[in-house]
């Protein structure tokens, strides 16, 4: 009896061991609410990462969106367990390098991070990639954009406490990750805004990045007036809006380039207090430089700011935020862009 039982139990440990060696995959991962995280597409997976206000600043997971999937049932893999990049938020990130297969991280004011960390998927490995060029630069609450010359480009200037120094005497610059070469350089500030954080920014086809809204809300023209980086010329302008109705002011909001390459589509934000749902998506037309509100069907969503916004086919793709409710809404939010007379709201791809 006693040499029985011995022998089942030794083989039941053994099949725990299997079980538990050869199905990791199956892990249930349940990520924490988060705001002010980054978020990026590489090889059909959105890899987020850090954030902060509900202690989940160290996790990073992805969501591989290769396939069907329910926002009702997101099911998340999770890398944190290789995680070297410490607490933080307000970071951002782009997809870079030779075949814009890795993930480049521009860090935050946190004196225990480096600059810059890379990730590759592949081999899921991070790195504190040696960049050359003179800067020692950290901002926070920036937008990276990638432009087709595997530059990453980094305009704005905050201060150690996160607010925004309109003053071009307080080393307010234009850097430029390259993130083939992984060489530091600047651009020009000719006819370029105040330091800024909090906007949005967007690559248009002609390879120029446009420039919305800044961090004070007070100002009246924040969506009248539009700033253009030529990343081909390394130069500035600025365009007037117009539109009956234009976005009223508010900063933490999101953009993402429509499929058409000429709409850009604004989601979210926060003003003086949070946004109606009818006052949170607009879209501007980059031909006329005209705003307008689109025809929205579906179960439109809560408002949201402190969120990121990613296009994956014919959707664009909001994840996490602030501020919903999990027993309402999903993590993830799904909005069908590829009808330009009429977004839906979905909840499956």
Known sequence: MTK??????????????????????????????RHDHTATIIDNKLYILGGSGYNGDHEFFYLDVSKKFNTKNLLWKDL??????????????????VNNNTLFLYGVYNSAMALVYTFDPKYNKWDNP??????????????????????????????PNGLIFNDYSIDMD??????????????SLFNAPTGRGDYGAILLPNQI?????????????????????????????KK?????????????????????????IMFGGRGKTNLPKTDALYVL????????IPKVTGDIPRSRFWHKANVMDNYMLISFGCCYNRQDES????????DNKEFKWVTEN
């Open 240 to 264: 007037l809006t117009s539109g009956d109705i234009v976005p009223s002011n508010r900063d933490f909001f999101s953009v993402v380039l429509g499929l058409d390459g000429n709409s850009v």
């Open 174 to 187: 234009m850097l430029i990750l390259d993130t083939i070469n992984l060489n530091w350089e600047k651009g």
């Open 130 to 159: 040696q960049i050359t060029g003179d800067n020692t630069i950290r901002k926070q609450f920036l937008t990276g954009v990638i432009a087709n010359n595997g530059k990453m480009y980094l305009f704005g200037k905050t201060l």
């Open 285 to 292: 037309n980059t031909i006329n430089f005209n705003w307008y």
């Open 331 to 338: 993590d993830i939010l799904l909005l069908d862009i590829s």
């Open 4 to 33: 029985n039982f011995l022998t089942y139990f030794l083989l039941w440990i053994l099949i725990q061991l299997l079980i538990r060696g050869n199905c990791q995959s199956y892990y249930i991962f349940f990520p924490m609410k």
């Open 209 to 237: 990045i446009l420039y919305i809204g800044r961090f004070d809300i007070e100002e009246e023209s924040a969506f009248r007036r539009i700033y253009l980086y030529d990343t081909i010329r390394n130069s500035w302008s």
């Open 80 to 97: 944190s367990y290789n995680n070297i990049v410490p607490s933080h938020y307000g970071a951002t990130s782009v997809a870079g390098g």
